[in-house]
């Protein structure tokens, strides 16, 4: 399943299409681009400031981080 964006494209693979997840990837892509705004205006290579997107992939398709 594809998710574009003007200065972003999503990418979710999964076995068979599902609108349930079609839904959360679209969900994934408005909050991504609103958050990471000025950073994809500005591109600088540092992909440290993308930090946080494990916390809105948790928060949004609801799945728990794996414990080391």
Same mark, same amino acid.
């Given at each position: 399943?594809?998710?574009?964006?003007?200065?972003?494209? +999503?990418?979710?693979?999964? #076995? &068979?299409?599902s609108?349930?997840?079609?839904?959360?990837?679209? =969900? %994934?892509?408005?909050? +991504?681009?609103?958050?990471? #705004? &000025?950073?994809?205006?500005?591109?600088?290579?540092?992909?440290? =400031? %993308?930090?946080?997107?494990?916390?809105?992939?948790?928060?949004?398709?609801?799945?728990?981080?794996?414990?080391?």
């Amino acid at each position: 399943m594809v998710e574009q964006k003007p200065n972003v494209m +999503f990418v979710l693979i999964n #076995k &068979e299409e599902s609108t349930f997840l079609r839904y959360k990837l679209r =969900l %994934f892509a408005e909050e +991504f681009e609103s958050f990471f #705004k &000025e950073a994809l205006q500005h591109r600088s290579g540092q992909i440290d =400031l %993308f930090q946080p997107t494990k916390t809105l992939i948790y928060r949004l398709f609801e799945i728990k981080p794996l414990v080391k």
